[in-house]
């Protein structure tokens, strides 16, 4: 039996697999992309696949916070492309 890696939410504090979340990236360039492969070099943070939960990140600026930077808009428009609901 695998292990499965495991990832936490930066909104909603709670743990997933990761292939669940979404990650957002700042690249050493500082730029910030959505990164659905979960393997581009930088620093990430993961956000649930969940419209209320990008909601509430635009809300609170939780991913701001993760990545130390100011997230644009089309970030998060991309981010509800990826959701599930």
Known sequence: M???PMRKCVVTQERFPKKELI??????EGEIVVDPTGK???HGAY???SKETI???RANHALDRALET???Q???DQLETYCDE
């Open 2 to 4: 695998r292990k499965i």
């Open 23 to 28: 990650r957002v990236v700042r690249t050493p």
């Open 40 to 42: 581009k070099n930088g």
């Open 47 to 49: 956000v649930s696949r």
């Open 55 to 57: 909601k509430k990140a």
């Open 70 to 72: 100011t997230i644009p």
């Open 74 to 76: 089309e970030i998060f």
